[in-house]
């Protein structure tokens, strides 16, 4: 995908360098954009080097190629980020005074600003009065976040963080995958369970055993599901975003924690989805204090690990034993790894005939994929189709975890309807 970023000239253009990485990681091809006060916070060479792109503010340069126009021409993808409160104004008057200025107004692709002030500016009249033009001519404008900005102020006008940033960006481009986020209510009555986050094994009173998940695909199923109606249970291990206000909240540290909480609730729910990251180890002993170090050895104490409990096989069984609302959806998730003897499908398909699982939600995580980042891609494999020569599941094309949470729900709605048929 093509983006242009531009970069206000705002103290937080340094959390565009930021944004500017998520981008080029996960493989789009980024121009940056800045105005001349943008540089005075971030230089040039900052921009070109996360970019591969060289970096201009002006129409004036590489004339020939006619930048001002192609930029925005070619652009998939305009997000501006700090916009400030000028460049906001520059903007809703239609000003090409600058590079930015001609890329605002020659892109034809969803074009995202987020801006970033003190509260007085964002609040003014005039602020108010450009934003409400930009977004009634089709531009996506953020509300800022509330917190810390410049100095020892506070109150809203600081710019989200760019991982908030990219995921409503991913949000205006992503492929559809079934849907728009569902306005439908066709959980109404229902009661979810969802699981997110990952686990933490203790060792001693300061150590733990941890794993990569940071509880955003997990979150995004739970918000989606109050979205359509549902009651949901939100069973929280180890997250690193905010948790839904408009769901019931279990938090819980360990996997026998998690366990607990889960089976307790399992049986009072009609879909419980298992799409926390839960340990398949915990420490054999547990020490009472801090594990210390011997001065003057090189040795380390050697942990003894023993197998955690297998939630979602364990929440199985208990359907299986009418412990259970008839016609109970469970959904599991994989997080796989080819090898030269199977591929991420293969083992997927193993572990769903392991579990016993309605659906199984398979990640590809080789190479670090998925853990910790917004945007993600997904196969949805069905247990009453896994048997079939030419089942392949659904491919739910890379989106954001937003976007994923909606393609798993249809799939549950549909798996809801046939079973009550």
Same mark, same amino acid.
């Given at each position: 995908?093509?983006? $242009? ?17 998520? #981008? *080029? ?8 954009? /800045?105005? !001349? ?16 792109? %060289? ?22 993808? $305009? ?22 200025? &001609? ?52 109150? %809203? ?19 559809? $995958?079934?849907?728009? %986020? ?16 990952? *686990? =933490? ?18 979150? +995004? ?9 549902? =009651? ?37 729910? !009609? ?29 380390? /104490? ?5 197998? &955690?409990?297998?939630? @979602?096989?364990?929440?199985?069984? &208990? ?13 599991? #998730?994989?997080?796989?790894?080819? !090898? ?5 499908? !293969? ?23 998925? #853990? ?10 069905? +247990? ?34 046939? @079973?009550?048929?």
């Amino acid at each position: 995908m093509n983006v $242009v970023l531009g970069v206000g000239g705002g103290i937080a253009a340094y959390k565009a360098a930021l944004l500017l990485r998520l #981008f *080029t990681e996960a493989g789009h091809d980024v121009h940056v954009v /800045p105005t !001349d006060s943008a540089l005075r916070f971030v230089g040039a060479p900052t921009w070109e080097a996360l970019s591969g792109h %060289p970096v201009s503010t002006t129409v004036w340069d590489d004339v020939p190629r006619v930048p001002h126009v192609l930029l925005g021409k070619h652009a998939d993808l $305009v997000v501006v980020a700090p916009a400030t409160a000028d460049l906001l104004a520059r903007a809703a008057a239609g000003l090409a005074s600058d590079l930015l200025g &001609n890329v605002l107004l020659t892109a034809t692709c969803p074009v995202l600003l987020a801006p970033a002030m003190h509260t007085e500016m964002w609040q003014n009249l005039a602020t108010v009065a450009n934003v409400a033009t930009l977004r009634a001519r089709g531009l996506h404008v953020l509300d800022p976040a509330s917190g810390r900005l410049t100095g020892t102020d506070t109150g %809203p006008g600081r710019l989200p963080e760019p991982e908030e940033i990219y995921a409503a960006a991913l949000d205006l481009v992503a492929p559809v $995958v079934a849907s728009e %986020p569902s306005t439908a209510q066709d959980l109404a009555g229902r009661r979810v369970l969802v699981t997110a986050g990952g *686990t =933490r094994e203790p060792l001693d009173p300061v150590r733990y055993l941890g794993n990569r998940s940071s509880g955003r695909q997990g979150v +995004a199923l739970a918000e989606a599901a109050a979205a359509r109606g549902a =009651r949901v249970t939100l069973v929280a291990g180890a997250v690193e975003v905010p948790l839904p206000e408009s769901v019931t909240v279990v938090r819980v540290e360990s996997a026998l924690q998690m366990r607990d909480a889960v089976l307790a609730a399992a049986p009072e729910h !009609d879909v419980v989805v298992m799409a926390a990251a839960v340990a398949d180890f915990r420490p054999a002993a547990v020490a009472d204090h801090k594990i210390k170090k011997t001065e003057g050895s090189d040795e380390a /104490p050697v942990v003894r690990l023993v197998r &955690n409990p297998d939630i @979602l096989v364990e929440v199985v069984e &208990n359907r299986g034993a009418g412990r259970a609302p008839a016609g109970q959806v469970v959904v599991g #998730f994989a997080a796989e790894t080819g !090898d030269a003897d199977s591929s991420v499908l !293969d083992h997927a398909r193993a572990k769903l005939a392991r579990k016993g699982c309605d659906l199984l939600v398979v990640n590809d995580v080789s190479a670090g994929k998925v #853990f910790g980042r917004d945007d993600t891609e997904v196969v949805l494999l069905r +247990a009453d189709r896994a048997d079939r020569a030419d089942s392949v599941g659904v491919a739910v094309p890379a989106g954001s975890k937003t976007k994923v949470a909606e393609a798993i729900w249809d799939e549950v709605v549909a798996l809801i309807h046939e @079973l009550s048929t």
